[in-house]
């Protein structure tokens, strides 16, 4: 990127701009050459280790209802990990940075895409991503052959989060001998009546 903006055309792997960790960049979603009333800016962003990541991604307030701009997050091979359709009433970038993506180190990419359709069209929006190193699961995680190989006794963070309406997240533990397994899993309280997860061994 020029300095700290999104450069045009940055609409795939190929061409998306690469972004520092815990750096603010700006940018628009505007026409380009190829098409009039849609845009799609991509950034490359290189993670140093697993950890959780954090979007922050910020627009111009009242703006109206509705959605304000698609994110996507993909991993090197461009499978898509997580989507969301940001609100409009989302501006400060809170809701979208309190996400709990985990990822393994490893290149990522980020879409923000917008059209002619949406209130943030032409507006300036900033993005910084944020990371945070830890004993994480790691996306893409839903078979046994993708699971996360995790050790007794160690706490790792996790989430239900994809791209689409459910999430499986698996994890592979080595048994030294025979004996009585126990689980601690926590999660926020005051979520409501019933079902929180579904945990199988």
């Known amino acids: 990127s020029a ?3 999104e450069t045009e055309f940055n609409g795939d792997p190929e061409s998306a701009n690469p972004i520092r960790l815990g750096t603010t960049y700006s940018g628009s979603t505007l026409f380009t050459a190829y098409y009039d009333w ?8 290189d993670l140093p280790s697993a950890g959780k990541v954090a979007i922050d991604l910020k627009f111009p307030a009242k703006l109206g209802v509705g ?27 809170v809701w979208l940075k309190s996400q709990a993506m985990y990822l393994p180190k490893g290149k990522i990419y980020v879409e923000v ?9 032409g507006k300036t ?4 991503v ?19 190989p995790i050790a007794l006794g160690t706490t790792y963070s996790g989430s239900a989060l994809s791209n689409g309406y459910y ?11 025979a004996g009585r397994v126990s689980l601690n899993l926590k999660f ?14």
């Open 38 to 45: 849609e845009d799609s800016d991509l950034f490359a962003v």
């Open 113 to 121: 895409y917008g059209d002619d359709t949406l209130p943030t069209w």
């Open 130 to 148: 944020g990371h945070t190193p830890g004993n994480v699961e790691t996306e893409i995680n839903d078979s046994f052959t993708t699971a996360d």
């Open 67 to 93: 959605d304000a701009y698609e994110v996507a997050v993909y991993d090197a091979y461009g499978t898509e990990l997580y989507y969301f359709d940001v609100p409009a009433y989302a501006s400060s970038g």
């Open 3 to 5: 300095g700290n903006a």
């Open 167 to 177: 999430d499986s997240d698996y994890f592979a533990v080595t048994m030294p001998l």
């Open 125 to 128: 929006y900033t993005l910084n």
């Open 188 to 201: 926020p309280a005051n979520l409501g009546t019933g079902s929180a997860y579904r945990v199988t061994v």
